[in-house]
């Protein structure tokens, strides 16, 4: 563990803004507030202008000929790869109804399906594949991250946990529980998996990451400092990592530092929606509301189906007395989920105070 977090975090955080401000100042058009990159874990990209230039990864071929300046980069990157997915979906099951014993294209078919979010004939082509090789860990893996994506933990515990039996040294395999149990609540797990996983890549700043977040949430906030510090001295332009280090400093007390590292995050991936939450979050303990109600409005922004957010905000709303946006906040909530137990007490509260 280093001793002086400080120092190594400045000159991690002066590294970043200096590479940003000469991008910026590189550009023949410079980007427009709110414009920037996110990380995709599933393509292992850097989506968007600054992330061609900031991320060494990004395939060659598309640096080249967009060279860092074409302002809809992400929607295009995104449709090309969604008219790849459809594409092959339709190669993948013409081939099927010729080769139904062909375990790799089920398995092909089933993470096409999983790229274009439809999860129920990814875990059908999935479970195809398996009935041919029930004992491939990649059909068990990609079945159980599928599993999570639908908010299935327990069937996707189930399916890892098969997948570690056959291959115990598979760096997925480790990686995605750690991911269910974290998004379970479950953090002591999700940590001893997370450590599973850097037993087999110990540079990985994706699982750094993913154990300072499970760090914070059980108060561990020098442990999540120090893997925050270890993630990004692999990859400094990692916004996920600010973002963590950020909520470690607020837990600590120290907001206005909180706030510097969670702008860097949200500088690096402006659609970080954690981040967000986390900035209102202090914001709010500032007493600076407006500042908060914006970030919140932002995390509903990029979460516009997520009754949780628009509740958040609506919650917010409500202790600040601004009661009319408040009811339509909750409104929205409900909308989404007309049996959001939360949702139902908050606005029956909220009207009669209105």
């Known amino acids: ?29 410079p980007p427009k507030e709110g414009e920037g990159f996110h990380y995709d874990p599933v393509r292992d990209l850097y989506i968007g202008d600054l992330g061609m230039v900031l991320d060494p990864n990004l395939h060659s071929v598309i640096r080249k000929r967009y060279k860092g300046n074409v302002p809809y980069f992400s929607a295009f990157l995104d449709a090309t790869y969604s008219e790849h997915d459809y594409r092959m979906i339709n190669i993948l099951e013409k081939s099927l109804k010729n080769d139904s014993k062909n375990e790799f294209s089920w398995r092909r078919l089933g993470s096409k399906y999983r790229n274009i979010g439809d999860y129920d004939k990814a875990i059908k082509s999935y479970k195809e594949a398996l009935k041919i090789d029930p004992n491939d860990e990649h059909n068990w ?28 040294n598979f760096f997925y395999n480790w990686v995605n529980l750690g991911y269910v149990y974290q998004e379970k609540g479950v953090y002591n797990k999700a940590i001893e998996m997370h450590k599973h996983a850097l037993e087999i890549d110990s540079k990985n700043q994706g699982v750094w990451s993913n154990l300072a977040y499970a760090y914070n949430h059980i108060g561990e906030y020098y442990k999540a400092i120090d893997a925050c510090v270890h993630a990004l001295e692999t990859r ?62 932002c995390v509903v922004e990029l979460l516009p189906n997520d009754c949780n957010a628009w509740y958040d905000l609506a919650k917010l709303l409500s202790e600040i007395g601004d009661y009319k946006e408040a009811i339509k906040a909750c409104n929205r909530s409900l909308d989404i989920n007309s049996n959001f137990e939360k949702g139902i007490k908050l606005r029956n509260k909220l009207l009669l105070k209105k």
């Not at 994506?149 to 946990?161: F, G, R, T």
Request: hydrophobic letters at 35%; charged letters at 30%; proline letters at 3%.
């Open 236 to 297: 400094p332009y990692f916004a996920n990592p600010w973002c963590h280090l950020g909520f470690a400093y607020y837990k600590k007390g120290k907001l206005d530092k909180a706030i510097e590292l969670i702008k860097l995050s949200i500088e690096i991936t402006p659609n970080y929606y954690r981040a967000w939450q986390n900035l209102g979050m202090i914001y709010y303990d500032k007493n600076n509301y407006d500042q908060a109600i914006n970030a919140y409005r």
């Open 1 to 29: 563990m280093k001793e002086n977090y400080d120092k190594v975090i400045e000159a991690l955080r002066q590294t970043v803004i200096q590479k940003i401000d000469a991008e910026k100042k590189r550009m023949k058009t």
């Open 141 to 168: 893996n990609d079945l159980g991250f599928v599993y999570s994506q639908k908010h299935e933990y327990n069937k996707a515990i189930e399916a890892l946990k098969r997948s570690i039996e056959i291959n115990p």
